[in-house]
């Protein structure tokens, strides 16, 4: 299986500041990783697919970039409503794999 | 506006088999693959499984001997059989579409919490 691992696993930050998260996948997966934002309660929310195509609906805020095994997600000014749990999703093989989240709270 | 909303009983006997139902709305389930995922606090956000509209399906192989996932009787419905339940399988469990072209969920179902209790 790939194992998928983020960085950091909780970031402190305050509405406006940019927000940057790291997912890192075992071995090589092309561009093949989704991000999914999770609200308390709530179903995960696809952002990005592709490492970085923006899903529709989706605001420009965020956005996904791909170096090697290493993805990011950048959020560029963070907004109330981006107070979430963030996961990476590999897409290159079965079976599917989640990284473990990485929670953005309030500085 | 494709909406997914998963059925069934929340709790469930250790032992005994888990069966959830995934009603898809406002869109047809043909064309498209549909997969299971849960959610525990141990263990984050574990895969399943799929099917697909033909139904081949694709299992978890660290589940792949207890998990059937099937088409519903009602055409746009599918479904979760988990066999031999145990304490670890309490989670809450989603029911998605799976693009396979990007490989990733776009449509996701509320999750029902399943607890695995006697």
């Known amino acids: 299986d790939i194992q998928m691992t983020q960085s950091p696993s909780s970031v402190s930050a305050s509405v406006g500041d940019r927000v940057t998260i790291t997912c890192r996948a075992s071995?090589?997966?092309?561009?093949?990783l989704a991000w999914y934002q999770q609200k308390p309660g709530k179903a995960p929310k696809l952002l990005i697919y592709?490492?970085?195509s923006l899903q529709s609906g989706v605001p420009s805020r965020f956005s996904g970039s791909a170096s090697g095994t290493d993805f990011t997600l950048t959020i560029s000014s963070l907004q109330p409503e981006d107070f979430a749990t963030y996961y990476c999703?590999?897409?290159?093989?079965?079976?599917?794999?989640f990284g473990p989240g990485t929670k953005v709270d309030v500085k | 506006q494709v909406q997914l909303q998963e059925s069934g009983p929340g709790l469930v006997k250790p032992s005994e088999t888990l069966s959830l139902t995934c009603t898809v709305s406002g869109g047809s389930i043909s064309s498209y693959y549909w997969s299971w995922i849960r959610q525990s606090p141990g263990k984050g956000l574990e895969w399943i499984g799929y099917i697909y509209y033909s139904g081949s399906t694709n299992y978890s192989p660290s589940l792949k001997t207890r998990v059937t996932i099937s088409l519903g009787t009602s055409k746009n419905q599918f479904s979760l059989s988990l066999s031999s339940v145990t304490a670890a399988d309490t989670a809450v469990y989603y029911c998605?579409?799976?693009?396979?072209?990007?490989?990733?969920?776009?449509?996701w179902g509320q999750g029902t919490l399943v607890t695995v209790s006697s």
């Open positions: 999703q590999q897409a290159h093989s079965f079976p599917l794999t």
């Open positions: 998605a579409r799976h693009s396979q072209r990007t490989g990733d969920f776009d449509y």
């Open positions: 071995q090589g997966i092309r561009g093949w």
């Open positions: 592709s490492a970085s």
